[in-house]
């Protein structure tokens, strides 16, 4: 067998990892001396208290995806090892614009300072896991991204409405969660490559439990808080997110189907290969795009 082809499994197939994907680092800036509307996101303070949230959680938590992948890279086959480098090339260019983003966000009247405090201390008490299960962590919120990401790439409306400017930072994480969706998975395969199927999947499907609570809660709450600087309080407050989530035009309602198939035995993040979607970035908008210097 080539070991740059795939990774088997034991007891199980070959991972369906496209045998031609190609993981590109597009170093690109964005928003660099333009200002950011505080409701920059449809002029809707809920759908911007929403995509902050997971903008503020980018940096610190794209900081331990890399450590966890990093921890296990000794003796990967090589083209796995490459993937892992790509990956971890694409992971520092997102936590560089969204640090940006999020100097932006606070410019624009947001105390950010709560949440990015409630972050560092959630990404410490991961640090403290063991390596397979922070591993673990990294595949189940790759998984969201992914997710997101696909959502995104096929439908922006269902966060907000992407002809605004802001728009194009997202359309290029996109892409790359896309590119990437594999590649901490595959790292796990190859972390957990002695242990039987069913011992990898319970800690893969239990892990995705506690992270989707801990995820979609502690989102939520930081999303709570930026609205309540804009004097949106209580059941109201919680209504409108509630109904922004899972009614109109509900993001966390229409990816569903993608997590509930996290849980499948088979389950692997190229079994959608929707690369098709990063195709059509590349043709309608990476001219978008401000080359780093």
């Avoid at 993981?23 to 509307?37: A, C, K, L, Y």
């Avoid at 938590?61 to 992948?69: D, N, R």
Wanted: aromatic fraction near 12%.
């Amino acid at each position: 067998m080539n070991a740059t082809a795939r990774i088997e499994r034991p007891n199980a197939g070959p991972t369906p990892t496209p045998a031609d994907l190609t993981i590109t680092p597009r170093d690109s800036r964005f928003g660099r001396g333009e200002t950011m509307q505080r409701w920059w996101c449809n002029a809707d303070p809920v759908a911007t208290a929403w995509m902050n949230s997971l903008s503020a959680s980018f940096p610190l938590g794209e900081g331990l995806f890399i450590e966890s992948v990093k921890a296990f890279r000794d003796g990967a086959p090589p083209r796995l090892a490459s993937e892992i480098r790509a990956f971890v090339k694409q992971e520092v260019n997102h936590t560089r614009e969204h640090l940006a983003f999020n100097r932006a966000a606070a410019e624009s009247g947001y105390d950010m300072s709560g949440l990015e405090a409630r972050i560092a201390h959630n990404v410490a008490i991961a640090r403290t896991r063991p390596p397979v299960v922070q591993l673990g962590v990294t595949i189940a919120l790759e998984h969201f991204t992914a997710m997101f990401a696909h959502l995104f790439l096929k439908d922006a409306k269902a966060f907000f409405d992407p002809n605004g400017p802001q728009a194009d930072i997202w359309r290029w994480h996109a892409v790359e969660e896309i590119e990437h969706k594999g590649v901490a998975f595959d790292t796990y395969l190859h972390a957990t490559r002695g242990w039987s199927r069913w011992r990898r999947w319970k800690l893969k499907a239990l892990t995705m439990l506690l992270v989707t609570g801990r995820f979609v809660g502690h989102r939520s709450h930081d999303a709570l808080d930026l609205m309540a600087q804009d004097g949106i309080t209580g059941w109201k407050a919680r209504a409108r997110l509630t109904w922004y989530l899972v009614g109109k035009p509900g993001v966390l309602r229409r990816i569903f189907p993608a997590w509930a198939a996290y849980f499948l035995p088979g389950f692997h993040p190229w079994n959608r290969d929707d690369r098709e979607l990063i195709t059509r970035y590349e043709s309608d908008f990476a001219d978008a795009v401000m080359p780093a210097e």
